[in-house]
């Protein structure tokens, strides 16, 4: 029986997102706004992680699997990038590297700035 | 022999046996590479190819797991709560460096595709691949990119981060145990935190802790960073 109660909480915050989403035109993913609208609500206890658990654990399980048919369709958009796929595969990596290497040393040079130990 | 596959149940049974089989081979090899959803793909498309099946017939049960997404990207506020309260004792480190980290792996991307002549369309698929796929893939579509595009630059950054993330730390010579976490789970989202996690208990807590966050900062300033420098 939980299991109906714990689906209707997150279908009905992505639907509200959903709404809210199509009336102010906003340029942010429904779901994303869901996701923003229960973590606030997690942190005011209006909804409690138990309130979720089943549904919650069963998603976080098995998240990768929902990327198959999208991850599949790019054989049909292969055509477009076919020409230049080093490239992008080139850049992917670059691009990487450095934002993980800028992300590093951000926080480490805040944190070291601000005395703080290792 | 397609017209008997006409029904949501082909491409939700093909996927299945797919992934099943990637998490095999994956439990088996334990390579990054060999990630279940890399295996899948190649299954998939292999078997498409093979007997002439067009996509269309496979997304009609395809359409029916990916409309999972939603729901199960609302879900990941559940282990960001989890691990919010790491934010106590560095939030200010931990959040610009999660802002400048973002922020630079979407010009980074516009820049270097502009220079090497990438088309629009190509750019804006890759500009949200730093983040968690059911992010990634909901923002491309929404800033005018391919998803499948950017699940392959999703793919790339989180495997590649995976393998290479230990001596990326070093070549920047970034030691502090917070600052490699945050490195890790911004740009290499869940699959790098799987190597964060290896590292230690305080790399992995700060990598999934990053992961969602990133996501959220990439969502609000993806749109403002392209029109400025793609408008």
Not at chain 1, 86 to 100: E, Q, R, W
Request: overall charge positive; glycine content about 10%; cysteine-free.
């Amino acid at each position: 029986m939980r299991v109906f109660k714990e689906l209707a909480i997150i279908v009905g915050i992505l639907l509200f997102s959903y709404v809210i989403q199509q009336l102010t035109k906003m340029p942010v993913p429904a779901p994303v706004l869901g996701m923003i609208i229960l973590l606030l609500s997690l942190l005011l206890g209006v909804v409690k992680l138990e309130d979720i658990e089943l549904v919650s654990r069963f998603f976080l399980d098995h998240l990768t699997f929902l990327f198959v048919p999208s991850g599949v369709g790019l054989m049909v958009v292969w055509g477009i990038i076919k020409d230049q796929w080093i490239i992008i595969f080139l850049i992917s990596l670059l691009t990487t590297i450095l934002a993980m290497g800028i992300t590093g040393i951000t926080v480490q040079l805040i944190k070291g700035n601000k005395g703080g130990d290792k | 022999m397609t017209n008997y596959l006409d029904t949501p149940l082909f491409g939700i049974f093909l996927s299945l046996i797919a992934f099943q089989i990637g998490m095999y081979v994956n439990k088996r090899t334990k390579m990054a590479i060999f990630s279940p959803l890399v295996i899948a793909l190649i299954i998939v498309i292999s078997t498409l190819n093979f007997f002439h099946i067009d996509y269309e017939i496979f997304n009609k049960g395809g359409s029916i797991i990916t409309f999972f997404l939603g729901p199960a990207t609302v879900i990941l506020a559940v282990p960001l709560y989890k691990q919010i309260n790491r934010l106590k004792d560095s939030a200010v480190p931990i959040l610009i460096g999660i802002i400048v980290g973002s922020s630079f792996s979407i010009i980074s991307v516009i820049v270097l595709g502009k220079m090497f002549g990438l088309t629009e369309v190509v750019i804006k698929s890759l500009v949200p691949k730093a983040t968690t796929t059911a992010i990634s893939q909901e923002l491309s579509a929404q800033i005018g990119g391919i998803p499948a595009i950017t699940i392959a630059g999703t793919m790339v950054n989180g495997i590649f981060g995976n393998l290479m993330g230990v001596y990326i730390m070093k070549f920047f010579k970034i030691k502090d145990k917070e600052a490699v976490g945050v490195a890790l789970g911004t740009t290499s989202h869940a699959v790098g935190t799987a190597k964060a996690m290896e590292l230690g208990e305080v790399q992995g807590g700060m990598s999934s802790l990053s992961i969602s966050i990133a996501g959220i900062v990439t969502v609000f300033l993806a749109p403002i960073l392209i029109k400025l420098l793609m408008g």
